[in-house]
């Protein structure tokens, strides 16, 4: 059985053999696979930024200046209101990546659109 200590060293030895899987403070990854699908993007006077999916069900915010998301330590929300199952919000920290956020995006768009 694995400690947390010994998940967090191999956490660290992934990341400095792989730089890219560190927290890299861009959404660009984010917002070129949402405006090549057709999400409407749509900036606040914060410098923060919305993306909604062309059915509206979905919703990703992007939230580099909003005190209260930095306060929960958050800085990227995917909501998402199914059309047959419950709602559901993940949020994502400082730390993770652009691109696996967008992997998680690109599987949920895949799933929907089949």
């Given at each position: 059985?694995?400690?947390?200590?010994d998940?967090?060293?191999l956490?660290?030895?992934v990341?400095a053999q792989?730089?890219s899987?560190?927290?890299?403070?861009?959404?660009?990854s984010?917002?070129?696979?949402l405006s090549?699908?057709g999400?409407?993007?749509?900036?606040?006077?914060?410098?923060?930024?919305h993306?909604?999916s062309?059915d509206g069900?979905?919703c990703?915010?992007w939230?580099p200046?909003?005190?209260?998301?930095?306060?929960?330590?958050?800085?990227?929300?995917?909501?998402?209101a199914?059309?047959e199952?419950?709602?559901?919000?993940?949020e994502?920290?400082?730390?993770?990546?652009?691109?696996?956020?967008?992997?998680?995006?690109?599987a949920?768009?895949?799933?929907?659109?089949r």
């Amino acid at each position: 059985m694995n400690t947390a200590s010994d998940l967090l060293a191999l956490f660290r030895s992934v990341v400095a053999q792989r730089p890219s899987l560190a927290g890299d403070g861009s959404a660009e990854s984010v917002f070129s696979l949402l405006s090549e699908r057709g999400w409407a993007l749509v900036d606040t006077p914060e410098a923060n930024v919305h993306c909604t999916s062309p059915d509206g069900r979905v919703c990703v915010g992007w939230l580099p200046e909003d005190p209260a998301a930095w306060r929960r330590g958050i800085v990227r929300t995917v909501r998402a209101a199914p059309a047959e199952a419950e709602p559901w919000v993940q949020e994502f920290g400082p730390d993770v990546p652009s691109r696996a956020v967008a992997g998680l995006l690109e599987a949920l768009i895949g799933h929907v659109d089949r």
